[in-house]
């Protein structure tokens, strides 16, 4: 079974960078669709980006031009690089990994954006 673990959050000021990791075991993640999600407290989960198997990439239209989804499948990982972050950005941000109906979940990590 495939499990994902995502870290690189923390409290950063508006403006700032961070890198975020979502690291699969169990099994290879060469074969799925990887998503970042991200849910703000009161909120609904919303889809941030997403990288096909083939690498192709999307993103919503809050975050385009700032975040950059990437994977590297020689070491199991994806990763979600922001920029220029806002103080609505702030959520937890989870990876889901997902091929034919199946899903998988990680655990999220916390993104503050505050001065």
């Known amino acids: 079974q495939l499990q994902l673990v995502e870290s690189g959050g923390g409290l950063v000021q508006p403006g700032g960078s961070l890198r975020l990791s979502c690291v699969a075991s169990?099994?290879?993640?060469?074969?799925?669709?990887i998503d970042w999600y991200r849910q703000a407290p009161g909120k609904q989960r919303e889809l941030v980006a997403r990288?096909?198997?083939?690498?192709?990439?999307n993103y919503a239209d809050s975050v385009k031009g700032r975040f950059t989804i990437s994977r590297d499948n020689a070491k199991n990982t994806v990763y979600l690089q922001m920029n220029t972050l806002k103080p609505e950005d702030t959520a937890v941000y989870y990876c889901n990994a997902h091929l034919a109906g199946f899903g998988f979940w990680g655990q999220g990590t916390q993104v503050t954006v505050s001065s």
């Open positions: 990288i096909s198997s083939g690498g192709s990439t």
């Open positions: 169990g099994s290879i993640i060469d074969i799925y669709t």
